[in-house]
């Protein structure tokens, strides 16, 4: 579809004046959004949409490390736009009209990145509270109780292992504070090291031996592959040699 299509999608799903009208909310609404998305989730959206609703949502300045609240965001387009009557039904609208251009999957994928509150706006029906990875890693290990330092060991030496972008954007799905442990923010390089020193690395950091140490990092992948979409890990495996299948669930 074209850029007159989508207007036209958003203008006859939500009670606007005119079309000029539309168009200004869409593009703000989508800006909005983009702030608040990893970079690698705002340009898979960007993909689906037609310019100038694509540039809108990838090419932003300031992004947001973690998402702002439902409240923060709805107010932030409502004064962009003066917006002044029923906000949210206005962008549940906009977002509706993405959806069915964009395919509900696609918008899935960015919704997984907000909190649960989004769901009131975003299409696609409300958004179960989110679980945080070490929730995840704990209902699903059996790691005698060791699992906070397992998990934070595993996804630190993973960050240094990916370049910063990637973590990020891998982070973006991990909610709680597993987000802050798998970037490196002092270097964003990608590490150059193989798997055992992988293994090296998380036994020094938690203080087991590296028998231990592999186990940690083999059940606390296997909760990554879970949590994070197919389609994120398979741009971060690219940037792992394939040896790394040995210890990561996730690499082939």
């Known amino acids: 579809m074209s850029e007159q299509e989508f207007r036209n999608l958003v203008q006859n799903a939500a009670p606007f004046d005119s079309e000029e ?18 970079e690698g989730e705002a340009f898979d959206l960007a993909e689906h949409l037609p310019q100038p609703y694509a540039s809108a949502v990838h090419e932003v300045d300031d992004r947001h490390r973690s998402p702002e609240s439902l409240g923060d965001y709805v107010d932030a387009v409502a004064d962009e736009v003066g917006l002044l009557e029923e906000p949210e039904a206005t962008l549940r609208g906009v977002f509706a009209a993405v959806a069915e251009y964009v395919g509900e999957d696609e918008l899935a994928n960015a919704r997984a990145q907000l909190p649960s509150e989004y769901g009131a706006i975003v299409a696609g029906g409300e958004v179960p509270v989110e679980e945080t990875f070490l929730d995840a890693v704990r209902a699903e290990t059996s790691l005698g109780g060791e699992e906070r330092d397992a998990a934070q060991a595993t996804l630190e030496v993973l960050g240094q292992r990916l370049t910063r972008g990637e973590a990020e954007d891998l982070a973006a799905f991990l909610h709680g504070q597993a987000t802050q442990w798998l970037v490196d923010y002092e270097d964003p390089a990608a590490g150059d090291f193989g798997p055992d020193e992988f293994v090296e690395r998380v036994a020094a950091r938690t203080d087991v031996p590296e028998s ?41």
């Not at 009208?21 to 998305?37: H, I, M, T």
């Open 21 to 38: 009208q539309a168009d200004r909310v869409a593009r703000a609404a989508l800006s909005r959004l983009g702030k608040n998305l990893s």
């Open 212 to 252: 231990t140490a592999e186990t940690y990092v083999e059940e606390v992948s296997g909760t990554l592959e879970r949590v994070v979409p197919d389609d994120e890990l398979d741009r971060a495996t690219a940037q792992i040699a394939d040896e790394y299948g040995k210890i990561l669930t996730f690499v082939d």
